[in-house]
């Protein structure tokens, strides 16, 4: 979507008519009006976050689409109305920090401990701001007066579900007060808790006892830089056209300066397997806090490769007890139409498969999109030495017998008769 050639409203409102936006709205689009011509409204009134959401939106909270949504107002305009649901925690922690601040004979609490206080308030949010539709939003605000909660709560979009009845394109939602006074008396001791950490904080802020440092420079704002230069001097197009994964920045430095042998994979001292087992808790405490993988292949599953079960591939690691992980990965298939197929493995495997292929293509020097596309199933069967709950180990001899076949498929990959000269960018190394 270029909007460079446009010079006026109008030409923009013709433009927008008859082109979609992606991941945006537009009061002018195609099907904003077909909407108003449905309804047969006078105008459309909609607002800014709206257009800040594309065609295909659904509110998080009654799940509705912008088509259902939209109803005509009292002057009978076609209504579109998205709002920003918060949770108050932030404005109720500022409000008692300057509340406690005065009451002091001397004021010591100064800019940084104000954001200190806003800053931990993030920490005491039930939920992240989130725009919702206009009826739920003010759903939230009923259903607290009927449940009778404190005055600084409020219900997420995913409790205001629960309790609401959407009626699309009629009206505001029908609201269940039973439930929403359920919810309210399920976490109301979990609400006070959070009250009486808000006052501590509010207390600390303004007697200046806090840790809070703020940095000249934060590196937030050195990223966004960079990524602006990168953008207005077309370096992140010319990634993409090289195919450094759009990251920009690897074009400008070598990313091993200093790279041993390329076999140092497999080589080093493979420390010994220890025989620790998860317990159930566990377990129960990975599904709990890392249990994306683990939910989403269930308890059948089977690594594709060293056939590990689920329970045999969880394994330690440096940053938490324990950890499990699938990847999707492209390997060789002479069998298949383009010469490969993606296969659902286990992060050790995929481990293997990747410095397997990195080895050939450094000794090649050449470079692939997809590395382990050079690899078969087959072959990486054959030399993983599977060890359950830990790292795979390799067979070493194999591996070595093995590297002049893939070393040959690489340009077979390609359909050249040489392989692809090594490029001066990482490249994929899924």
């Keep these: 979507m270029d909007f460079r050639h ?30 108003k011509e449905q309804f047969g409204a006078k105008g459309i009134h909609v607002n800014r976050w709206w257009v800040m959401t594309g065609s ?26 998205l709002h920003e649901h918060h949770d108050h925690m932030r404005d109720l922690v500022r409000k008692m920090f300057l509340a406690e601040a005065v009451k002091r004979q001397v004021v010591v609490a100064d800019e940084l401990a104000e954001k200190f206080a806003i800053r931990t308030a993030f920490g005491l949010s039930a939920y992240d701001n989130t725009v919702i539709c206009s009826d739920c939003n003010y759903a939230d605000a009923q259903a607290k007066r009927l449940a009778g ?17 959407p009626r699309p394109n009629v009206g505001p939602h029908l609201i269940d007060g039973t439930i929403a006074r359920r919810i309210w008396d399920e976490g109301r001791a979990i609400f006070a808790m ?58 400008l430095y070598r990313t091993s300066v200093r790279r041993g042998s390329s076999a140092s994979w497999r080589l080093k001292k493979t420390k010994k397997a220890r025989n620790a087992i998860p317990s159930a808790q566990d377990i129960q405490l990975l599904e709990g806090t890392r249990g994306k993988f683990w939910s989403r292949v269930g308890p059948d599953w089977q690594c594709g490769c060293c056939e590990r079960s689920r329970f045999q591939c969880v394994r330690p690691s440096g940053k938490t007890p324990w950890v499990f992980e699938v990847k999707e990965k492209v390997l060789y298939d002479p069998t298949a139409q383009h010469r490969h197929t993606v296969y659902d493995l ?25 590395p382990s596309s050079i690899v078969s199933l087959a072959e990486l069967k054959e030399v993983i030495c599977q060890r359950p709950h830990a790292h795979h180990d390799v067979d070493n001899e194999k591996v070595d017998a093995l590297l002049p076949q893939l070393i040959e498929r690489i340009s077979v990959y390609q359909g050249g008769d040489r392989p692809v000269p090594l490029l001066g960018f990482p490249p994929d190394r899924r």
């Design 6 to 35: 446009i010079s006026t409203i109008d030409e923009l409102r013709d433009f927008l008519g008859n082109r979609g936006l992606t991941g945006i709205d537009s009061e002018y689009s195609s099907t904003m009006s077909s909407l």
């Design 56 to 81: 295909d939106w659904l509110c998080p909270a009654c799940g509705r689409s912008k088509p259902k949504i939209v109803r005509l107002d009292q002057h009978h305009f076609l209504m579109g109305q």
């Design 149 to 165: 909660t404190h005055k600084d709560f409020s219900f997420s979009p995913a409790e205001i579900r629960q309790f609401v009845e």
């Design 194 to 251: 959070r009250m009486a950490m808000v006052s501590r904080v509010a207390k600390m802020a303004a007697s200046n006892l806090h840790w809070y440092q703020a940095s000249e420079v934060t590196a937030a704002r050195t990223e966004k830089r960079a990524k602006e230069i990168f953008s207005w001097t077309g370096l992140d197009e010319l990634a993409r056209r090289l195919g450094a994964n759009g990251v920009p920045e690897t074009l």
């Design 346 to 370: 286990c992060e050790d495997c995929s481990n293997v498969a990747r410095h397997l292929a990195r080895e050939a293509l450094d000794t090649a020097e050449a470079d692939l999109r997809d």
